[in-house]
């Protein structure tokens, strides 16, 4: 751990203070890391809607056209009906049914719509993590995809998110995303006996374990008990310390989609004071998307990687080929809703120029240019024209106009 919980309580109590309005009574608030970092995260999200919402019924036309009135608003999964969580989950179906747009010359494995944003990804993978566009990239990745689950399979509704502070405390068996029922986002992977810890660290690093969950095999339940993961792996990670590849993943590979549920991994990275301290402590965006890809040789994997490594399985132990488990996107939903929380405490300054930091290339390597205002993002035979960097820095600027509740 990179604070001393003394310390880092210390901060937090500072922190809040300055961040949200101060109480009535001018005591500061007392924070302790367990059971009110639940509550901290709900006043975090009130004051980022109420930041947000005021900005669009003050700010009239410098914002563009994004108004109160046609704002859009994500949602947990937890929140939405049985009818709404099947309305997402039939149209990811669809998007599965729908032919690619990819040239098969290009990636041979890509045959769904679906599969052309995990085309997109894996072909991007070493430019778009651990670089200055990390966030932007995948915020715009994300609201493409909500795109077309609505302009191509009819969705009305918006894209939900996966809040892990909950998880964390329930359990994967006992929330309605995992819990394997029809109106889930489908459950664990059968039991597979092969365990023994994922390895992460390497290529000159410490290498540290981390543990596996309790299921592995395919997906046996829920929406996607059929599906087929065409592309990948290129680096997955599995039990025993062993990895798979299969080249550069771009070939047609039909599997089964796995899946290892694994609470502590959930429990240890991405709890609810894993969220608070990673909004409330990182000054600068530096910090911020360091703390949450997780600082190489600090065996902290922040609660990006705690996410993907709390799914496991194929392709979720894959930082490539992540997308191919559409729980992806309820996570990154969740990746950027933290991203928005972050920039509500200092909006001129976390969605300028200020609010980028880092290069082209996964941690500078090779060298390359530092991201800008006017960096270009490009999705691919997946979705949308390039944008620039400005075009993606707020939720309700630009392209963009939703916030999250
Ligand atoms: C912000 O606006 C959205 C959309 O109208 C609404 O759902 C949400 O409750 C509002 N939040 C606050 C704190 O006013
Ligand atoms: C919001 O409404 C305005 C005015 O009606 C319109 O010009 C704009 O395109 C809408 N924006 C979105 C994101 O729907
Ligand atoms: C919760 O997360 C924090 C920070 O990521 C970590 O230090 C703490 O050990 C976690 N709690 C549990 C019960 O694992
Ligand atoms: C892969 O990325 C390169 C640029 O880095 C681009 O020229 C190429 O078209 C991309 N291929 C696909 C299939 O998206
Ligand atoms: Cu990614």
């Known amino acids: 751990m990179r604070f001393s919980s003394h310390a880092a309580l210390g901060l937090l109590a500072a922190s809040i203070t300055n961040a949200l309005p101060a109480p009535q009574d001018d005591t500061p608030p007392t924070i302790s890391p367990s059971a009110d970092d639940l509550e901290t995260l709900a006043q975090l999200s009130q004051h980022a809607q109420e930041v947000t919402n005021s900005s669009l019924s003050t700010g009239k036309r410098q914002l563009g056209s994004c108004t109160l009135r046609n704002l859009s608003v994500r949602r ?43 085309g997109t990804h894996i072909n991007q993978t070493t ?3 651990y670089t200055g566009t990390f966030l932007a990239w995948h915020r715009y990745f994300t609201w493409e995809y909500e795109q077309a689950l609505r302009n191509e399979c009819g969705y009305k509704g918006t894209q939900p998110y996966w809040d892990w502070s909950k998880t964390a405390k329930t359990g994967h068996e006992k929330s309605p995303i995992f819990d394997g029922s029809e109106f889930s986002m489908s459950g664990n992977g059968e039991l597979d006996d092969n365990k023994g810890d994922i390895m992460l660290g390497g290529q000159g690093l410490p290498e540290f374990p981390i543990p596996a969950g309790n299921g592995g095999g395919c997906v ?21 310390g062993k990895t798979e590849s299969n080249g550069d993943g771009l070939a047609y590979n039909p599997r089964c989609l796995k899946r290892d549920l694994t609470n502590e991994v959930n429990r240890r990275f991405a709890n609810a004071t894993s969220v608070v301290r990673n909004i409330l402590l990182p000054k600068d965006v530096y910090d911020f998307q360091m703390t949450m890809q997780g600082y190489p040789g600090t065996n902290d994997i922040g609660i990006h990687g705690g996410g993907h490594f709390t799914i496991g399985g194929d392709p979720g132990r894959d930082l490539f080929t992540s997308p191919g488990d559409p729980i992806f996107y309820l996570h990154h939903s969740m990746i950027d809703r933290v991203w928005w929380m972050w920039q509500s405490l200092d909006v001129k300054k976390r969605t300028s120029a200020e609010g980028i930091a ?36 707020s939720t309700t600027a630009g392209p963009f106009c939703y916030i999250y509740i």
Request: hydrophobic content about 30%; glycine content about 8%; aromatic content about 6%.
């Open 76 to 118: 947990e999964w937890g929140t939405l009906s049985n009818p709404e969580r099947k309305a997402y989950t039939d149209a990811v179906l669809c998007l599965q049914k729908k032919q690619s747009k990819t040239p098969s010359s290009l990636i041979p494995g890509a045959k769904s719509r679906f599969d052309d944003w995990i």
């Open 127 to 129: 430019t778009i993590h």
């Open 220 to 240: 046996t339940s829920g929406p996607f008990k059929s599906m087929s993961v065409n592309l990948g792996p290129v680096q997955l990670s599995l039990p025993g």
């Open 358 to 393: 880092g290069t082209g290339t996964f941690m500078n390597q090779p060298p390359s240019p530092d991201t800008t205002l006017d960096t270009e993002i490009n999705l691919g035979f997946a979705a949308g024209s390039p944008k620039t960097m400005r075009d993606l820095m």
